[in-house]
Structure formats: C-alpha cells, structure tokens
C-alpha cells in the first residue's frame, strides 16, 4: 500500500469494491459508510482509527497495528455455516464452545457483527494469513472485551478458522500428512476449553499462540508440540497426559524424521525448550525420577537471565491451576507438584522461566 498523505492522519482510506466479496466479509467499514447502508461500487472508504478503537474498546495503536500489517492483503473466506459444525469437531472444539460459536456466527444480516468487528475480523485474517510459513510468535489483534458477546469473545476463533483451508493446503504443499494437520490444528479445542475452565482469563496468550499453528509453524507430534525456527526446533508441551520419558523420546524421534522430510531446506542442530518446567528449583521439591525431573536432564541450561517476556509465576499459576487470580491459600494441593508451587511462592521465592537445548 502507498503511504497515506500526511493530511489523512489516522484516517485508513482504502478502495472497496462492494457488490463483491473479498475474502470472508463484506467491506461494511465502521466510517463513512453509515450503518446499515453500503456506499456505491468503487467507492473509497475511509476508517477513522480512533474511532474503531473507541467502539472496539482498545488502544489505537493496536487497531493501526493491525491496519498496517495487514495493509491491503487478502483475507480468507469462513467455511460454510453448515459444514461448520463438523469443522469444529475436527477441530476438538467441545460441545459448549461449538455452541457459542455457532450462535455468534458471523452472517451478514447479524446484529452481533458490528461494522468495527466486522473489519477486524477480516483484517486479522488477512494479517495471520500475510505471514504464512512464519513461525514468530504473532498476534492477531488488539485483546477484545470478551464480555460484550460470543462475537466478540470468538472473533479470533473465527480468523482461525477461515485460516483452516489456507493452513492445511500448506501442509499438502509439505507432504504432510492429514492426520498431522488435523492433531495439531485440535489444539484450539483443547485451548478454547482451556480458557473455559479459566473463567476467560487464559485467551489472550491463546489468541497469539494459535497464530502459530494457522501458520504452519508448529506441529503435534506425539506427546509434544514442536516449533520450527533458527537452527533448533523450539518444544511445546500440550495438556495431553503424562510426559513419561517415553512418550517424549517417541515424539522426538518422530520430530527427527518429519522436518528434514517436510522441510528439507530448513537446518536443526537442535531441540530447545524455554519454560519453567526447567527451572532447577523444582528438584528441591521433586522426585529425582519423576516425568519432570527427567525432562529437565536432557536439557543443558543456558545462564538464566531476568526475561522480558514471561512471568514465571504466573505461567506456573496458568499452567499447574489454571488460574491467575485465585489467592495461593485456595489452590489445590492434591499433587506434589501443586503443593511445591504454593509452597515455593508463599516463602516469598519466585518461579524462573529457563531456557535450555540439547542436540538432536
């Protein structure tokens, strides 16, 4: 796209054919068309960013985030409404979350669907589908008032699956096998009930982490999820089952085998891990044969550093509880591993993400 005139500001002007679809929504932008009414063909419509921000209720500089790195990209279509159902099962969405999905759908008639959400929907779209074959962590949009309504507490689920044909033709294009393609995309079920289970607190990460697997830059393999990128696959460890030593080894074997056959030009020397799984204080808690402990030794540890980026303690509170609000005195203790949290926290300690690798 050009560069806007100065004169413009933070006004988005853009040409719209209407009439026409492009991609998954009509362009009934949130200024200067009027609701309800769609201007003439060829008409030029310009979106005053500060006011989709308002109406969206988020900082401009996430709505001019999004307008930029989409720019004038395509987007994707939604799958049919009918087909959508099956989709969501594939997608390992359960029942209740397929259920509000299905009722904030997202036709053209709904008055769920305001202008504003209507032009982020499409522009998130085009924005994770411009960067397919990537695998930095990438967000989707600006994070939503989910309060308001299942349009506006899905809207990402509905990006991701518009990307789900454009993802999985990736695949094809790698060879990679269906069952591959449909494992890994499961994940949004497993994250959306996830998020359930959280009270709404978890999506927010999720919404990013997703982009990942819409892009084709990450793959269930097994017990792990493996991350492309540099030179040494990055590992992810979903809720699954228990991570026995057997289960990791199988899904690295696998991984030993799948990225120099799906994507030969790309060079791993290694597998790498950053988490508070290895984190060493968790040994002064932990059997020294136990599915952690264990993990933790095929790593050798980089010199650990204060992140910029995760809290270790509340990773540890989303990932052990579920929870980030839930004062330490009511948290679970069933397990070694709950009972070492809060322990470790109420001593007034703190969690240390770690980074570590070890050669394939």
Same mark, same amino acid.
């Not at 809060?342 to 570590?356: E, I, P, S, T």
């Given at each position: ?26 362009? &009934? ?13 060829? $008409? ?7 006011? $989709? ?53 997202? &036709? ?22 411009? &960067? ?68 709404? #607190? ?51 074997? #696998? ?10 030009? #790309? ?11 290895? &984190? ?44 980030? $609000? ?8 069933? $397990? ?25």
């Amino acid at each position: 796209m050009a560069p806007l005139p100065p004169k413009l500001g933070r006004w988005i002007s853009r040409g719209v054919i209407l009439g026409e679809r492009t991609g998954s929504l009509w362009r &009934d932008l949130p200024s200067g068309t009027g609701r309800g009414r769609r201007p003439p063909a060829g $008409t030029v419509v310009r979106v005053d960013l500060d006011d $989709t921000a308002a109406r969206l209720g988020v900082p401009v500089e996430d709505v001019d985030r999004v307008h930029r790195l989409a720019g004038d990209q395509p987007s994707a279509p939604l799958p049919a409404k009918a087909d959508a159902p099956a989709i969501l099962d594939r997608l390992g969405v359960r029942p209740s979350d397929a259920a509000e999905i299905m009722a904030g759908w997202p &036709d053209l008639d709904s008055p769920l669907w305001t202008p504003e959400l209507r032009w982020l929907l499409d522009r998130s779209i085009a924005l994770v589908r411009a &960067d397919l074959g990537g695998h930095d962590w990438l967000s989707p949009g600006p994070e939503l008032p989910r309060e308001r309504g299942p349009a506006w507490r899905h809207l990402y689920a509905y990006a991701y699956l518009a990307l789900v044909d454009v993802v999985t033709a990736y695949h094809r294009d790698h060879g990679i096998a269906d069952a591959v393609s449909w494992v890994t995309l499961a994940d949004l079920g497993r994250n959306l009930a996830i998020d359930r289970r959280m009270h709404r #607190e978890g999506w927010p990460v999720m919404q990013s982490w997703l982009t990942l697997h819409a892009r084709g830059g990450v793959y269930e393999l097994g017990r792990l999820q493996h991350q492309r990128g540099g030179t040494a696959i990055g590992l992810h460890i979903p809720e699954s089952g228990p991570m026995t030593p057997e289960a990791v080894a199988a899904s690295l074997d #696998e991984a030993r085998v799948f990225f120099p056959r799906h994507f030969p030009d #790309e060079r791993y020397t290694a597998f790498s891990c950053g988490s508070w799984l290895l &984190d060493p204080q968790l040994l002064e808690y932990l059997p020294e044969d136990s599915n952690i402990a264990r993990f933790q030794r095929r790593f050798e540890l980089e010199p650990y550093e204060e992140p910029e980026g995760p809290d270790a303690d509340i990773e540890v509170l989303r990932f052990v509880f579920r929870t980030l $609000t839930t004062p330490l005195d009511q948290l679970p203790r069933r $397990t070694v591993l709950q009972r070492a949290i809060v322990d470790h926290l109420k001593a007034g300690r703190h969690w240390h993400w770690r980074r570590g690798r070890f050669p394939i």
